[in-house]
Each structure stands twice: as C-alpha cells, then as structure tokens.
C-alpha cells in the first residue's frame, strides 16, 4: 500500500524513466522539484536533489535514515503541528494524515497498520536516495554544476497548488529560468503544455481533473536536435508531433 504524491511520477512506464538513463552520459543529476522522488529514485549518484517543502525533505532525510515517525496522530496533534516550523514529523504527519494525502489538506487519518506498512515501504524505497544531496530551497535559488541533466517536474498551470508553499512563478520558470538553465545544461520539463520555443520529446495520455490530457516531457527549442539525437542513438523514437501541446 502506498500514497500517491500529488503530481508524482511513481506510476510512469519504463520508457519514461529510459529517457533519463540515455540522456545521463556522465552528468550530475538535479531534481529542483523532487516531490517524493519517482525518478531520482531511479538515478544514482551524484544527485543534487531540493524541493521547496522544508518539512517534505526532512520527511524523506528521516525515512531514508530510520528515523522513528509516528504510527498514530489525534486530531489536535495534527491541528498543532500544522502551524509549526518544518520538521520529519510535520512532513509526516501533513502528508500520511491528510485527506487525499496533500498536505495537511484536512485530517483523514488511515488505520495504524496501513500507516505502518507505508512506513516500512517508504523506509526501503528511501534507501535508493543514499548519497544523495538533499537540499530543500527554492528552484531559483539552487546551484546547479554546468552540464547537468536537470529534470524539472514543477506544479503544473491551472492544476491543485502546493499547499503550505509559494506561489509558482510560471512566466519567470519557463521564460526566464529554464531558458537560462538550458544554456548550461540538458533540461527536461514535464507539464501538460508549454509556451512557444519549447518541443515534446515524450508523451503519455493521462487523467486530469479536466479530462484526459497529454503529459509531455518538454525541452527548449535549442536543446532539441542534440537530444532528439542521443535518443535515437539508443532506439528511443522522440514523439512524432512536438508541437502539438505547444500552445500558449
Ligand atoms: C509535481 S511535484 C513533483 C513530484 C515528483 N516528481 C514525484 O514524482 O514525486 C512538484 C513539487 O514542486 C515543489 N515546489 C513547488 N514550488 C516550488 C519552488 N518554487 N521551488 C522548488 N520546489 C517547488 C512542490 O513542493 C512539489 O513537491
């Protein structure tokens, strides 16, 4: 039994995560947008890997060491904790507790044994960020090393926001930041559209809120060609129509 992280990538086909193997050469990874890690789980070291959520970093720091987390919360327990400083604890319980599992989105506890049993998977599957630096900062303010292979899987426009963090900037994000970002390093964005200059490498159909959409893996106009290039090198066909979720 597991929860479902709000935006997380756990369920994605192996074609998905192929893309990131062929495209890691001997690149640093960096995740600025790591949520509960679907594909950084995936990737070995080095790893710079941050999220905006201090108490959502801590979470996965106390899962990967072993760090006790409780199996059992009162209501008021949870009323107080949301309005405390960022901690393993806070992370825990905002997320395990919570009503659809997004943070502290209105208690909904589970009964102690599937919290356990969450506990004891999330423990073993946090062993795969061993290693890993973990940072919890804002995606403009990261230091990312040149040439890396930085996959961004930000909250996407029109979709349920992030409680609990800032609002998203999403003129200087895909603007300003990627297009910086994609003069230094290989950029892959996962989103359901992007503005002009940027092309589809992947897609899948998905569910949403609004119905059935495409999720694309995005990358700017500049990096296309090269990485259009090194995915044909190891038989991975880029999508046929690039284009097609360009559209704002
Ligand atoms: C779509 S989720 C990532 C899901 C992740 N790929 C997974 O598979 O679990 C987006 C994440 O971006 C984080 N976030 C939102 N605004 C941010 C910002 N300005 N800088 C860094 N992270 C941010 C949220 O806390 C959330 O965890």
């Known amino acids: 039994m597991y929860f479902i992280y709000l935006g997380g990538k756990d369920n994605y086909p192996e074609e998905f995560f192929n893309i990131f193997h062929a495209l890691r050469g001997d690149r640093v990874y960096v995740e600025p947008f790591l949520g509960f890690g679907a594909v950084a789980k995936c990737m070995s070291n080095p790893r710079i890997l941050s999220d905006v959520?201090?108490?959502?970093?801590?979470?996965?720091r106390a899962l990967r060491d072993d760090i006790d987390l409780p199996i059992e919360v009162t209501k008021d327990e949870y009323l107080r904790l949301a309005k405390t400083s960022p901690s393993a604890v806070k992370g825990w319980v905002g997320f395990v507790f919570s009503s659809q599992s997004r943070f502290f989105n209105g208690f909904f506890p589970p009964k102690s044994s599937v919290v356990?049993?969450?506990?004891?998977?999330?423990?073993?599957?946090?062993?795969?960020?061993?290693?890993?630096?973990l940072l919890s900062t804002s995606y403009k303010k990261l230091e990312i090393p040149n040439n890396s292979l930085v996959y961004c899987d930000p909250?996407?426009?029109?979709?349920?926001?992030?409680k609990q963090t800032p609002k998203f900037d999403f003129f200087n994000f895909w603007h300003e930041w990627v297009p910086d970002q994609a003069s230094k390093n290989l950029v892959l964005v996962s989103e359901f559209f992007a503005p002009m200059g940027f092309y589809a490498i992947w897609r899948m159909m998905k569910k949403?809120?609004?119905?059935?959409?495409?999720?694309?893996?995005?990358?700017?106009?500049?990096q296309y060609e090269q990485v259009c290039g090194i995915l044909r090198n190891v038989g991975i066909q880029p999508c046929a129509d690039p284009l097609f979720c360009?559209?704002?």
């Open 208 to 222: 949403s809120l609004k119905g059935l959409r495409y999720d694309n893996l995005f990358v700017h106009e500049s």
């Open 53 to 60: 959520n201090k108490s959502l970093v801590e979470l996965i």
């Open 116 to 133: 356990e049993n969450y506990l004891l998977r999330y423990q073993r599957e946090m062993k795969a960020l061993l290693g890993a630096e």
């Open 155 to 162: 909250p996407y426009v029109g979709t349920v926001e992030y």
């Open 246 to 248: 360009t559209q704002r």
